[in-house]
C-alpha cells in the first residue's frame, strides 16, 4: 500500500510530460508563447449514461481534438458510460492497425460493436465469458450480476477476441508516452444496508493503482482482487479483465431499492411521488430500503490498517488523519469537502448509524460512481492534481443525477469551471 501526500511518480512523470504538449497547444491557439510555468492544468469530465454517453463522448473527442483543445487537457475522468469509451481507447489492438490509440478508429469500432449486438457471434462471446465466473468463484471470489454484466460488456467489445491489453495496469504503456490525458476512472465504496447519504467514499482507478479520493491511501492495479490485511496483499490472485472493471464502474443495477424508487421522482407534488415515498417507507419497515444484492465486491484494501497500521504509520499520515483531502493549509476548502465528500468528515474509526467499522469488512462493496452524482470531479479536485480548469461534459438523463459545476467553483479555491 502506497500512503502519501503526493500522485504516484509515474503519474507525476507522464503529467511533467504531457505539460510540454499542453504549452504548445494553448500557446497555438492564442497565438502567443506561454511561459513553461503558467501552463494551466485543464481537467476534462464526462459523465455516466451507458451507451448513450459513450458514443456522446465518442464525438466530443473527436471534436476536441478536431479544435485543438484536446491537446490543452492534462487529464479526463470518467464515470460509468464514459468509462466504457476511455477503456476501448486506450485498448487499441481491439481496433488500431499500428497498435496506438486513435480517436477516429475508435468511434468508428464502438459503432461496429454497438450494431453487431445480438448476433450469433457476439452470443459464443457471451457463453465463452461466462465460463469464467465458475473460475472467479472457485477463487473465493464474489460473483454477482456485476460480473455478468461485465460478460455482456467485453462480449459487445469483443475482449476475448484479442490478447493484447486486457487489464486496466496494461494500459499504462499507451498512457506513457503522455500523448493524451491522463485517464481516471471512477467508482463508489458503499455499505449494503446502509444509506449512501450516511457511508460512501468516491475512488479512482489509473492505469498504475487504485485508491481514495478522500483518503490518501492507494494499491497497484495488479492487487484488484489479492486478499489484503494491514496494507499487504496475503493472498495474490489475477487482475481483473478489463471487461469484469468496465462493468464494475457502469453497474448502475447496484441502486439500492429506495434509490431506485427515488431516481423515479419527478415532482414532489405529484401523486406518483406520494405512492413512491408509501413504497420506501414499506422497503425501510421490511428492512430491504438500503439492500444492495447486485453490487460488486472487491477485496477490501483498508482490511486491518485502521488501528495498528495507521499507528504505526503515524509519522506518514500527519495532520489531515489520512481520510480527508483537505491539509490544515486549504481550511477554506473544509465547507467543499464535506459537500463533495460527507462520508470524509467524519472520523474515521467512527462511522455513522448502522454503517460498520470499514476496517472490519473483507470485502468493498462497489457501484456506480453516478449513484452518489453523475459527474466524475472528484479525483480531478484533488489538491494534487492542481486543476486550474475543468470542463465538463454531462450527458445525464435525470436532473436529479447532475451536480451543478458552479455550486463547486463557490466552495473551491482557484478553480476555474
Same mark, same amino acid.
Given at each position: 500500500?502506497?500512503?502519501?501526500?503526493?500522485?504516484?511518480?509515474?503519474?507525476?512523470?507522464?503529467?511533467?510530460?504531457?505539460?510540454?504538449?499542453?504549452?504548445?497547444?494553448?500557446?497555438?491557439?492564442?497565438?502567443?508563447?506561454?511561459?513553461?510555468?503558467?501552463?494551466?492544468?485543464?481537467?476534462?469530465?464526462?459523465?455516466?449514461?451507458?451507451?448513450?454517453?459513450?458514443?456522446?463522448?465518442?464525438?466530443?473527442?473527436?471534436?476536441?481534438?478536431?479544435?485543438?483543445?484536446?491537446?490543452?487537457?492534462?487529464?479526463?475522468?470518467?464515470?460509468?458510460?464514459?468509462?466504457?469509451?476511455?477503456?476501448?481507447?486506450?485498448?487499441?489492438?481491439?481496433?488500431?492497425?499500428?497498435?496506438?490509440?486513435?480517436?477516429?478508429?475508435?468511434?468508428?469500432?464502438?459503432?461496429?460493436?454497438?450494431?453487431?449486438?445480438?448476433?450469433?457471434?457476439?452470443?459464443?462471446?457471451?457463453?465463452?465469458?461466462?465460463?469464467?465466473?465458475?473460475?472467479?468463484?472457485?477463487?473465493?471470489?464474489?460473483?454477482?450480476?456485476?460480473?455478468?454484466?461485465?460478460?455482456?460488456?467485453?462480449?459487445?467489445?469483443?475482449?476475448?477476441?484479442?490478447?493484447?491489453?486486457?487489464?486496466?495496469?496494461?494500459?499504462?504503456?499507451?498512457?506513457?508516452?503522455?500523448?493524451?490525458?491522463?485517464?481516471?476512472?471512477?467508482?463508489?465504496?458503499?455499505?449494503?444496508?446502509?444509506?449512501?447519504?450516511?457511508?460512501?467514499?468516491?475512488?479512482?482507478?489509473?492505469?498504475?493503482?487504485?485508491?481514495?479520493?478522500?483518503?490518501?491511501?492507494?494499491?497497484?492495479?495488479?492487487?484488484?482482487?489479492?486478499?489484503?490485511?494491514?496494507?499487504?496483499?496475503?493472498?495474490?490472485?489475477?487482475?481483473?479483465?478489463?471487461?469484469?472493471?468496465?462493468?464494475?464502474?457502469?453497474?448502475?443495477?447496484?441502486?439500492?431499492?429506495?434509490? /431506485? *424508487?427515488? @431516481?423515479?421522482?419527478?415532482?414532489?407534488?405529484? #401523486?406518483?411521488?406520494?405512492?413512491? &415515498?408509501?413504497? =420506501?417507507?414499506?422497503?425501510?419497515?421490511?428492512?430491504?430500503?438500503?439492500?444492495?444484492?447486485?453490487?460488486?465486491?472487491?477485496?477490501?484494501?483498508?482490511?486491518?490498517?485502521?488501528?495498528?497500521?495507521?499507528?504505526?504509520?503515524?509519522?506518514?499520515?500527519?495532520?489531515?488523519?489520512?481520510?480527508?483531502?483537505?491539509?490544515?493549509?486549504?481550511?477554506?476548502?473544509?465547507?467543499?469537502? /464535506? *459537500?463533495? @465528500?460527507?462520508?470524509?468528515?467524519?472520523?474515521? #474509526?467512527?462511522?455513522?448509524?448502522? &454503517?460498520?467499522? =470499514?476496517?472490519?469488512?473483507?470485502?468493498?462493496?462497489?457501484?456506480?460512481?453516478?449513484?452518489?452524482?453523475?459527474?466524475?470531479?472528484?479525483?480531478?479536485?484533488?489538491?494534487?492534481?492542481?486543476?486550474?480548469?475543468?470542463?465538463?461534459?454531462?450527458?445525464?438523463?435525470?436532473?436529479?443525477?447532475?451536480?451543478?459545476?458552479?455550486?463547486?467553483?463557490?466552495?473551491?479555491?482557484?478553480?476555474?469551471?
Amino acid at each position: 500500500m502506497r500512503l502519501s501526500r503526493e500522485l504516484n511518480p509515474k503519474e507525476e512523470e507522464i503529467v511533467a510530460k504531457r505539460k510540454e504538449i499542453c504549452r504548445s497547444a494553448i500557446s497555438k491557439l492564442l497565438g502567443k508563447a506561454v511561459s513553461p510555468n503558467k501552463v494551466p492544468v485543464v481537467s476534462i469530465t464526462a459523465s455516466g449514461g451507458g451507451f448513450r454517453t459513450m458514443t456522446a463522448v465518442a464525438g466530443i473527442m473527436q471534436g476536441l481534438q478536431g479544435t485543438g483543445l484536446l491537446d490543452c487537457a492534462t487529464y479526463f475522468a470518467s464515470l460509468s458510460g464514459s468509462t466504457w469509451y476511455l477503456s476501448n481507447l486506450f485498448c487499441p489492438d481491439l481496433y488500431s492497425k499500428d497498435g496506438k490509440p486513435d480517436i477516429n478508429q475508435c468511434a468508428e469500432y464502438l459503432k461496429e460493436c454497438c450494431s453487431q449486438m445480438g448476433t450469433k457471434k457476439f452470443i459464443a462471446n457471451f457463453l465463452g465469458y461466462i465460463h469464467q465466473l465458475d473460475e472467479r468463484k472457485n477463487n473465493g471470489l464474489c460473483v454477482s450480476a456485476v460480473d455478468l454484466w461485465g460478460c455482456y460488456l467485453a462480449s459487445v467489445f469483443k475482449l476475448p477476441e484479442k490478447t493484447g491489453t486486457k487489464t486496466l495496469s496494461q494500459q499504462c504503456c499507451h498512457v506513457e508516452t503522455a500523448e493524451w490525458p491522463f485517464p481516471l476512472y471512477t467508482a463508489l465504496n458503499v455499505q449494503s444496508n446502509v444509506a449512501r447519504e450516511k457511508f460512501h467514499q468516491w475512488m479512482e482507478f489509473t492505469p498504475f493503482e487504485y485508491g481514495f479520493c478522500t483518503h490518501r491511501m492507494s494499491m497497484k492495479d495488479d492487487d484488484l482482487e489479492g486478499r489484503k490485511c494491514k496494507g499487504v496483499v496475503c493472498q495474490e490472485r489475477d487482475e481483473p479483465d478489463i471487461g469484469y472493471m468496465m462493468g464494475l464502474w457502469g453497474s448502475a443495477m447496484a441502486v439500492s431499492l429506495r434509490e /431506485a *424508487l427515488e @431516481f423515479l421522482k419527478e415532482d414532489d407534488h405529484t #401523486l406518483w411521488d406520494k405512492v413512491v &415515498a408509501l413504497m =420506501v417507507k414499506f422497503a425501510e419497515f421490511v428492512k430491504i430500503a438500503e439492500l444492495r444484492p447486485l453490487a460488486a465486491a472487491l477485496p477490501n484494501m483498508l482490511r486491518g490498517i485502521a488501528v495498528d497500521w495507521m499507528q504505526s504509520n503515524a509519522n506518514k499520515v500527519q495532520a489531515d488523519r489520512v481520510f480527508t483531502i483537505i491539509s490544515e493549509q486549504e481550511s477554506d476548502m473544509k465547507q467543499f469537502d /464535506a *459537500l463533495l @465528500f460527507p462520508s470524509a468528515s467524519s472520523e474515521f #474509526l467512527l462511522v455513522p448509524d448502522k &454503517a460498520k467499522r =470499514v476496517e472490519d469488512e473483507e470485502f468493498m462493496i462497489l457501484t456506480d460512481a453516478g449513484i452518489d452524482f453523475n459527474d466524475p470531479i472528484p479525483p480531478v479536485i484533488k489538491p494534487e492534481r492542481r486543476s486550474d480548469v475543468i470542463i465538463v461534459f454531462d450527458n445525464s438523463a435525470l436532473s436529479s443525477q447532475w451536480v451543478d459545476p458552479f455550486q463547486v467553483r463557490a466552495f473551491s479555491k482557484g478553480l476555474l469551471i
